[in-house]
């Protein structure tokens, strides 16, 4: 699934960790009658393992999204779509046609069932971000990259505008809009490329400036953006790079504080 003619399992757990992610940032919208699994990503040994509770829900209880990859789509529970648009409002995620008659403001696969106590309980979270626009070089484009390449809920906040789950997906083959939807994250990803980036250079070689440790940088700056792209900022700041040279995967990731944000 990842990789093409050559598997990638370095994709498969990029993509493992987003259901992770994306569950928390539904978690973290504290909608009331919304309920969610248990969900651990473990890491033994090279391999990566998603461990999720059993919940009470079987074939039956689907009230939201799609099962069958858009042949169906669940939309028919006024209250549990009020509390999805809600969420959808809270993560910037823009509302978009995954059916000819069925807007949605989340993935088209991602579901909702409605448990026996009366509880909501979401669940697929691989895809609820949108994807980095894809490499406009097709010798690097991978059609599968939007598994695993996802934008950051932070970098949604900081933009400031919905964005579509479904952007370069088959999900958005009934949606009119599907040309506009792909070019607002065309814009979003060129905004974190130029503006981003950039400014996490910035921070980064002023900080060396003022003597600050590079692991103290990273506590200064939040993670906007994937490791992979660390080593663009660090390019981008030349008396930076030397001592972030030194920091582990894990430094790398412990963003906590806005590089983009300006003192009040």
């Not at 090279?46 to 069958?68: D, E, F, Q």
């Not at 669940?74 to 779509?81: E, G, K, L, S």
């Not at 949605?104 to 579901?111: A, K, Q, Y």
């Amino acid at each position: 699934m990842y990789g093409g003619d050559q598997r990638s399992d370095e994709n498969a757990l990029k993509a493992a960790s987003l259901e992770l992610k994306g569950l928390m940032s539904y978690y973290s919208c504290n909608i009331p009658g919304l309920a969610f699994p248990l969900m651990s990503v473990i890491d033994y040994k090279g391999y990566r393992v998603v461990a999720m509770s059993i919940l009470p829900i079987g074939g039956s209880t689907l009230c939201y999204g799609s099962p069958n990859a858009g042949k169906n789509v669940f939309h028919d529970n006024a209250d549990v779509n009020q509390k999805m648009e809600e969420a959808g409002r809270l993560l910037l995620l823009k509302k978009h046609f995954v059916s000819p008659t069925v807007e949605l403001p989340s993935p088209g696969d991602l579901e909702v069932h409605l448990g026996p106590d009366g509880l909501y309980y979401v669940l697929d979270f691989g895809r609820v971000f949108p994807p980095e626009a894809p490499d406009t070089d097709p010798e690097r484009r991978d059609k599968r990259q939007v598994y695993y390449k996802c934008l950051r809920p932070e970098l949604l906040r900081k933009y400031g505008s919905p964005l579509c789950s479904d952007a370069f997906t088959n999900w958005q083959k009934n949606d009119p809009h599907w040309e506009e939807n792909n070019e607002e994250v065309r814009k979003a990803t060129k905004f974190l490329c130029d503006i981003v980036i950039p400014a996490v250079a910035a921070k980064m070689d002023e900080s060396v400036s003022e003597d600050i440790s590079a692991r103290d940088q990273f506590d200064q700056t939040r993670a906007m953006f994937a490791l992979r792209f660390s080593q663009v900022a660090m390019r981008q700041a030349p008396g930076a790079a030397s001592r972030l040279e030194k920091l582990s995967s894990d430094d790398l990731t412990r963003f906590s504080s806005d590089p983009m944000k300006t003192e009040e």
